[in-house]
């Protein structure tokens, strides 16, 4: 069925910025939230990022302000800019897609996720 694809991570600096994209392919859901989470070491998978189809959106406490969340349907592609880096956000990044319109409904599909990570 549908698969998503992550790309973009990378190796970034404290205060660095990054794009991450995922890609969306084989029989794509419409009407679908999708969403970034995201998982560091020792740490639980997190919700980083959520939007509607219809481009709602919702940010975890940790990144608003600084990240934003995006989507273009027509491109089936889903994107996560992110800006004023911290060295917290190194984690491995997973796109997802949900089961129902709402970010609350069970995640249907996952990325295989993408890392960032800090310099050093």
């Known amino acids: 069925q549908v698969q998503l694809v992550e790309s973009g991570g990378g190796l970034v600096q404290p205060g660095g910025s990054l794009r991450l994209s995922c890609a969306a392919s084989?029989?794509?859901?419409?009407?679908?939230?999708m969403g970034w989470y995201r998982q560091a070491p020792g740490k639980q998978r997190e919700l980083v990022a959520a939007?509607?189809?219809?481009?709602?959106?919702q940010y975890a406490d940790s990144v608003k302000g600084r990240f934003t969340i995006s989507r273009d349907n027509g491109k089936n592609t889903m994107y996560l800019q992110m800006n004023s880096l911290k060295l917290e956000d190194a984690a491995v990044y997973y796109c997802?897609?949900?089961?129902?319109?709402?970010?609350?409904?069970?995640?249907?599909?996952w990325g295989k996720g993408t890392l960032v990570t800090g310099s050093s």
């Open positions: 997802s897609m949900y089961s129902r319109s709402d970010w609350y409904s069970r995640v249907d599909y």
């Open positions: 084989g029989y794509i859901f419409t009407g679908k939230a």
């Open positions: 939007i509607t189809t219809g481009g709602s959106t």
